[in-house]
Every structure is written in C-alpha cells, then in structure tokens.
C-alpha cells in the first residue's frame, strides 16, 4: 500500500494529468491490492498482461500502470527494482531515491552554440535558457579563477531565479570562459581591428584560458518526498594554450573570416585557427568554453549522473 502512495505521489508530479485520471485505481490498489478487470486496462504488452493475470500481486499492478501512463519499455526495468525490494524486503525508499536522482531536468544558462555542442555530443538532455544580466562585475584586484566564476555564478543565478515557480528538480549550470594574456583580460573581440590585436598578443605565445562554472542543484521546495537541499557547486578550469608565431596576412586572413567575432580571445579551437595551435596543457573542452568532464565529475560527486537524467529507470 505504502508503495502504492509513493509511486502516485511521484506520476503526479511528472505526469499530473494522468496520475489525476489514475487515481480511483491506484486507491483500489492500496486498498485490497488487485486490479479486478486487468484485461481492460488499455496498450500493455501480453508478457506483462500474463504476469499480472497469473500472481495479480501490488507489484505487477504498479508495473502495469507504470507502463501505461510513462513508457511500455522502462516497465521492465521497474519490474527488476520492485522484484528486489519484494524478496530481499529492502526499504522502498532506496529504490525510490535511486530513481529520483534520475529526474533533473538540466537547464543550460547558455546560447553558446559550443556549449550546446558539447551537451549534444555527450548525449545529455537539456534544455537551454540563455541568462540576460549585466555582466557588472569589478574586475579590480581578481585573480582570473575569481573573475570567471562570479561571472558564471551571476548567470546562473539569474536563470534560477526566472525559474522559481517551477516545481521540478532541476540542475542549472552557468559558465563563462575567458582568455588571459599576462594579466590582461582578452574578451570578445568588438570590431576588426580589436580582433587583429589580440592575436598579435597571441602569436608566438602562450596564455590561458579559464573557465568559470556554477551548478545550481534544486529540490522541489513543494514536494514533502524530496530531501535534496539546494546546493550551489562553483569551480573553474584552466587550460594553457600554445600559439604558433603568426604572419599579419595569417592574422588578418583569420579575422576576414568572421570566426573571431562572438569569441574570447578572438579564436576559436575547434575552428580554422586550430590550425595555429601549437599545444595545451589541461582540458580542450575548457578552451571551447565548457569543461564538461569538470562538470561531470563534480556532479557524480554528489550521486548525480548527469547523462542519465530525464531517461527513466534504465539508467539506476
């Protein structure tokens, strides 16, 4: 019966609509645990129809309705955690966190299309939701770590705080990524000729890239089940670049080419001036403006699997 409740509790924060119309059945099941009419119950799978008809137990009817309402192949991956807590009368709460910490939504507080790039390409569902603060921030005695973490932790907070009537459980990550020359700060070019000068600063030389990230765990503050405290993880990355020696007409090729415009340091790696680099030193990723590996560790640390969210029960 217990199991009954949570299970509803939980379709009816992702699927309110069809927990609502659910509802009658599920009190049916904690009542007596039976599904009287199991054949009328509509789209499942005849395996799961037999199974239901032959034990008609509080477990199969759970994954008969899991089926129905979410997904028809994720039932059978519940089946195998239900299976468990029945034989080894485990808590169901264990199984019940494991599956929650597969529910984040990710926003990523960007409109980079590096970034989106490199989510798509790790096979992470997201969302994007691109921050729109001043980036006012007193650069004054900072060391570039400082710098590019408050600037990634205004963006983040700021895409949190558009979001705050939102009841899921959501991962918000912000970022900024900046370009340092001997303590100057290179940022995105405004104009042709400031783009031809902070290549020639480059050229034949080696600087650094940093990388401020700020993750933003929230609970859902509506939901009595979620224990998962909001919880801010800032850090940055840095990445040491090396530049071969550049002609003008190379520099200026480049520049005609249009890359360098939305780009700090005006260059992109993973674009035509990739051909200019000589090495690095530390994560490419950081360099392209997102240091997803970082990013992941500092998730797993905290139980989070960040390419597992959003894709039900398979991935615990």
């Known amino acids: 019966r217990y199991l009954a409740a949570v299970l509803w509790q939980l379709m009816y924060r992702y699927e309110a609509k069809v927990a609502k119309a659910c509802l009658p059945w599920f009190v049916k099941l904690a009542l007596d645990n039976k599904v009287s009419n199991v054949s009328q119950l509509p789209n499942y799978n005849k395996q799961i129809k037999e199974s239901i008809l032959a034990r008609n137990t509080l477990l199969d009817c759970v994954l008969i309705s899991y089926y129905i309402v979410i997904n028809y192949k994720q039932s059978f991956y519940l089946y195998k955690y239900l299976i468990i807590i029945k034989h080894n009368n485990c808590k169901t709460s264990i199984y019940i966190n494991k599956w929650r910490k597969n529910m984040y939504k990710i926003i990523l507080g960007s409109e980079s299309p590096r970034r989106k790039e490199i989510m798509e390409r790790m096979g992470i569902d997201f969302k994007t939701m691109p921050s729109h603060v001043k980036e006012n921030i007193d650069q004054k005695n900072k060391k570039p770590s400082e710098l590019v973490e408050a600037l990634a932790s205004l963006k983040a907070r700021d895409v949190a705080s558009r979001l705050d009537n939102e009841e899921d459980e959501m991962i918000i990550i912000g970022a900024d990524t900046m370009v340092f020359y001997q303590g100057e700060v290179l940022g995105k070019p405004v104009d042709r000729h400031d783009a031809i000068k902070m290549l020639k600063l480059l050229s034949g030389h080696t600087h650094d890239v940093y990388t401020g990230v700020c993750i933003i765990i929230r609970g859902n503050k509506k939901d009595k089940l979620s224990n998962d405290p909001n919880?801010?993880?800032?850090?940055?990355v840095c990445t040491r670049v090396s530049v071969q020696s550049l002609t003008i007409d190379q520099i200026e090729e480049?520049?005609?080419?249009?890359?360098?415009?939305d780009k700090a340091g005006a260059y992109a790696i993973q674009g035509s001036f990739g051909i200019y680099i000589s090495e690095i030193h530390g994560d490419y990723y950081n360099v392209v403006g997102f240091p997803i590996a970082k990013i992941y560790e500092k998730l797993l640390e905290n139980n989070i699997d960040i390419k597992k969210q959003n894709k039900g029960l398979h991935n615990i």
């Open 231 to 236: 919880k801010e993880i800032v850090f940055s």
């Open 254 to 261: 480049y520049v005609d080419s249009h890359e360098p415009y």
